[in-house]
């Protein structure tokens, strides 16, 4: 499987001891298929999304945890990156009958989403001014 997939779990918001804490979608896992993103890259990077949590590497907002998931897609040179909840994940699991269905799973329940630079493809508009 081609990519980097990364697995979250939305955390929904606390409120213990008169301290608010709100909802937020937590990194679980992201991977590709030479093993886990270097930890070091993923806090470097965390450090330019300022409403991310660094220590926890958890977000606000779905929005922000995939546009962060594309900035490391880029870092590494990654043409796509897949976005599964660990609840989908685990109907995944249970639905497997082998690593083909497992590895299919990640584009039937997950987001894909792809990281290719905008230069790189031109659409029309693109091919009509930047000849």
């Known amino acids: 499987m081609k990519g980097l997939s990364l697995i979250y779990h939305f955390q929904s918001s606390q409120n213990q001891n008169e301290d608010f804490r709100p909802a937020r979608y937590k990194i679980v896992y992201f991977f590709n298929e030479s093993g886990m993103v270097p930890s070091r890259m993923v806090q470097e990077l ?6 991310s949590d660094s220590i926890d590497k958890s977000f606000l907002s779905l929005d922000e945890l995939k546009d ?53 493809k031109k659409g029309f508009f693109g091919k009509l001014f930047n000849s």
């Open 46 to 51: 965390l450090k330019s999304f300022p409403d």
């Open 68 to 120: 962060f998931a594309l900035r490391v897609s880029l870092e590494l040179g990654s043409e796509e990156v897949r976005l599964i909840s660990v609840q989908d994940y685990n109907i995944a699991i249970d639905g497997a009958k082998d690593v083909g269905s497992f590895q299919q799973s990640f584009y039937k329940f997950g987001e894909i989403y792809s990281s290719e630079p905008s230069g790189k």
